[in-house]
């Protein structure tokens, strides 16, 4: 399929994002959750980088850029209705900026927060100062 036709299947919100799910294609863990513009779905698309929109930074964020724990497209799949998408990546290193493998680190247990997940890599190493996505 061509990636235009791709595009149009999305429904993009008000802002023109469409909130993105990885997952890693061989495990089935759930590794983050992040937004995709038109331009980073077909960025990701043409190059099976993944790349997704920072709405912090109003500009394309290709994963791994600064910390070199970058996602591979494996397949792009859409919902039922077109508005959300899900990546199957294969996640080289840590997904989340915080060192850990996935960005869902925190579970609610007996009406508390239990932190579930331990860092991998200090953010320091990801990325040589005091730094988030």
């Not at 331009?39 to 043409?46: F, G, I, M, R």
């Not at 199957?88 to 609610?108: M, S």
């Amino acid at each position: 399929m061509h990636s235009t036709q791709i595009l149009s299947a999305i429904t993009f919100d008000a802002n023109g994002l469409v909130p993105a799910i990885a997952q890693q294609h061989d495990t089935g863990e759930v590794l983050m959750m992040a937004w995709m513009s038109r331009d980073s779905v077909a960025e990701t698309l043409a190059t099976s980088r993944v790349c997704y929109f920072s709405r912090s930074r109003g500009a394309l964020w290709r994963k791994g850029e600064s910390s070199g724990q970058q996602q591979r497209l494996v397949e792009l799949r859409l919902d039922c209705d077109g508005d959300a998408v899900l990546l199957l990546v294969d996640q080289l290193g840590v997904a989340c900026h915080t060192g850990r493998r996935d960005c869902f680190l925190r579970a609610a247990r007996d009406g508390q927060l239990v932190e579930i997940a331990s860092p991998l890599v200090s953010p320091e190493q990801l990325y040589g100062h005091g730094h988030s996505h």
